[in-house]
């Protein structure tokens, strides 16, 4: 597969004149200056594991006022920079968080939290949890009791559970024939003993023992069976050999253009423009999204994933990942492969996040940038002269990919050439596995493997939408499909009229397809100049089975953003994740749902708009060893938002510009014509 990488034409670089945009993510100076802030809070010997130190966004009001100044090319208001620190003091379980002035040199806040708020992991934390784990005595002699053949190669995966901060490590082992492959798919290898490692000492505070037959019953460690292996790398496999080259070229290079300005970077492409960023823990962020010149998003993101298992058994009740919230979209991702993750002009863009010492940690080419063929755009034939009009439709991927431990999420932000724009997830990956017995079946799982059980769950992701629907006063609307009663007007029974209700208060809305209930946010102050109807765009969201949980269990009340299709909210600065600020091991009461309980007016108001989609997911022998993607789209198109079809202007599809190699055969159907006054039609 031909690739290649976007040549330096394509790309700005204009510096900094003035101080950094309120958008940019933090410097690298940035980040060492606000761990040095913190450490100055803090008497010189203390030892502090820094979590996360990322950009503290300005209030929004301060940063509409910034953004009306730069479109209108006037000077824009100063914005102090910020940065927002979440630590540990090392060796405890004393979480911290604070916010460093860096413009001012100053810690403006600085606070220990409370029970039941934990940090999520990182990468350092997780290879020390697994490394405990696999080195404490009493696991040892508990794998010792399996009598596995000599070389075997244990290896660890990570869990959360229980009050205090702690891991609950699952233990797998490699194929024993083949234990020198570090990449030996360990899932299909699954054991019954799980060490629970408390994160403040670094030690093991318990062994579980996990139940393998069909009830809650579990045994003491016995001799393992060995079982055959079941590999993903294509080395294990015969490839297939009739696949010819699928070669991506574009001989002018790319139609984009990104501009650097210091670590922000501007994307601008086919009428549109927008900032991007990168954190922590959502990953690549969309800000001050605009088309012609016309806003339409302040700010776009991830703001949450939520996979809750159904195994009722302990310890995997609790069992319930929080992807975001307990490891992070920007932590998580990445290095993408030119030819591989990516085809085409591919343009990469690299991030600076922060690591536990408070240095800053390079991210290199975490999103990538193309575009692709995304089929017909528009297209028609006039009958009578047989002429075709089509084009075809250019879309561009803003794509990033994560791995959260054994599963993989390709997110992407697409856009095309019609004033559209859709969010796109594909869930691939390894399906998270635990031991079964022989013959045993159970309702809330699937047997993939001899002696591995995928337990059923569900994949529920919350995109956050703050709109700027041709500025800040925005509301939402649905329209529903009714059918007209019989009448002398509708005597036929045919008639079919579309109503429309505005949404007044806060709250978790959802979407009938029955009634073709269809979400909109819309501008009522700007009127389309053609049938005097409010600006829109409607939100296309898949339906999906909402979160399976009781209402009593901690699976729903944590996951507050899992029960609604919808919910909009009035917008308040630092709400920004739909789980709540600590999903780790959290329990409720401090996010989506918590919010849109206020019952706030959000009727031309400033609101924002979480959009939840997902899947429940009944694994498949056919999604193992390595599952094939599972796609979910999310997509946002105008209505009454233009005067008329916005891709007009995209030049037509022709062979010339095309380049295909194959032609297919034209057919061309008769028709006939009359000129007025003619006594004959004629044949064309």
């Known amino acids: 597969m031909a690739t290649e990488a976007v040549n330096s034409g394509f790309t700005t670089n204009i510096g900094f004149h003035s101080a950094p945009h309120p958008f940019a993510p933090l410097s690298a100076e940035e980040i060492r200056h ?23 966004e300005p209030p929004k009001a301060e940063v509409l006022a910034f953004l009306e100044s730069e479109h209108r090319g006037s000077k824009q ?12 003091l090392r060796g405890t379980n004393k979480f911290h968080e604070a916010i460093a002035n860096i413009s001012e040199n100053t810690i403006e806040y600085n606070v220990r939290l409370g029970p039941n708020m934990h940090s999520w992991g990182d990468g350092e934390e997780i290879i020390n949890i697994e490394k405990v784990a696999l080195e404490d005595e009493k696991v040892k002699q508990e794998i010792a009791k399996l009598k596995l053949p000599e070389g075997t ?59 393998t037959g069909a009830d809650a019953t579990v045994k003491e460690t016995q001799p393992y069976q060995l079982r055959p292996a079941n590999e993903y790398i294509p080395e294990s496999q015969t490839l297939r050999t009739d696949l010819k080259p699928l070669n991506v070229v574009q001989p002018e290079g790319a139609s984009f253009r990104v501009t650097k300005e210091g670590t922000s970077n501007i994307i601008g492409w086919q009428k549109w423009h927008f900032r991007v ?45 929080f ?42 080419n975490v999103i990538c940038i193309h575009e692709q063929d995304g089929g017909i755009g528009w297209k028609h034939i006039n009958y009578r002269t047989s002429r075709a009009v089509v084009t075809r439709q250019r879309e561009l991927v803003v794509q990033t990919i994560i791995t ?65 629907l ?77 979160i399976l949980a009781d209402k009593e269990s901690y699976h729903f009340k944590r996951a507050e953003f899992a029960d609604h299709n919808i919910y909009v909210t009035r917008y308040a600065d630092g709400e920004l994740y739909a789980g709540g600020k600590y999903t780790n091991q959290s329990r409720g009461g401090t996010g989506v749902r918590s919010w849109a309980d206020r019952k706030d007016d959000v009727v031309d108001q400033d609101i924002v708009v979480f959009v939840q989609f997902g899947m429940t997911h009944v694994p498949r022998i056919e999604d193992f060893p390595v599952m094939p993607c599972e796609v979910l789209k999310v997509s946002f198109k105008p209505v009454n938002f233009f005067e008329k079809n916005p891709a007009l202007d995209v030049p037509p599809s022709e062979q010339h510009f095309n380049r295909s190699v194959l032609v297919a055969e034209q057919h061309k159907q008769p028709v006939s014509q009359r000129k007025i006054g003619q006594e004959q039609a004629s044949k064309l």
């Not at 797998?172 to 990449?183: C, F, G, K, L, V």
């Not at 390894?430 to 809330?444: A, G």
């Not at 036929?492 to 909109?520: C, M, P």
């Open 34 to 56: 606000a761990a040095q802030l913190l450490r100055g809070v803090w008497p010189a010997d203390t030892n502090i594991y820094f979590k996360s130190i990322t950009l503290e």
């Open 77 to 88: 208001p100063h914005i102090a920079r910020k940065a927002f620190v979440a630590y540990y």
């Open 153 to 211: 190669v244990v290896v660890c995966a990570d869990g959360i559970g229980d009050e205090e901060r702690m891991y609950q490590c699952f233990l797998y082992i490699r194929d024993p024939t083949n234990s020198s492959e570090a990449d030996s798919n360990h899932y299909a290898l699954p054991l019954a003993i799980s060490p629970v490692v408390a994160t403040d000492t670094m030690t093991v505070a318990r062994i579980d023992h996990l139940p």
């Open 277 to 321: 960023g990168f954190n922590q823990r959502e990953g690549p962020i969309l800000y001050d999204v605009r088309y012609d010149d016309r806003s339409l998003f302040y700010r776009v993101a991830l703001s949450d994933v939520n996979i809750p298992y159904a195994d009722p058994r302990h310890p995997f009740h609790k069992k319930a990942a």
């Open 323 to 364: 992807d975001l919230g307990d490891a992070g979209a920007g932590s998580m991702a990445n290095n993408l492969k030119l030819g591989c993750d990516c085809l085409g002009a591919i343009h990469y863009l690299s991030a600076l996040l922060s690591d536990g010492n408070g240095d800053a940690m390079p991210m290199e």
């Open 404 to 468: 959260v431990s054994n599963y993989e999420y390709i997110l992407a932000y697409m856009f095309n050439q019609a004033g559209e724009f859709t969010y796109e997830v594909r869930a691939t990956g390894i399906l998270s596995t635990q031991p079964v017995d022989d013959h045993v079946s159970v309702p809330f799982g699937t047997v993939v493997h001899p002696g591995v059980l995928a337990v059923h769950h569900q994949h529920i992701f919350s995109l956050r939408l703050d709109p700027l």
């Open 470 to 546: 041709d500025g800040p006063q925005n509301r939402l609307t649905y329209d529903e499909a009714h059918p007209m009663p019989l009448s002398d007007f509708n005597p036929h029974g045919v008639g079919w009229a579309v109503h429309e209700t505005l949404v007044e208060q806060s709250g978790g809305y959802d979407i009938d397809a029955d009634r073709n209930r269809t979400f909109k946010i819309q501008n009522a102050a700007v009127r389309n100049p053609v049938n005097g109807k409010p600006v829109a765009y409607k939100i296309h969201a898949p339906p999906f089975q909402k």
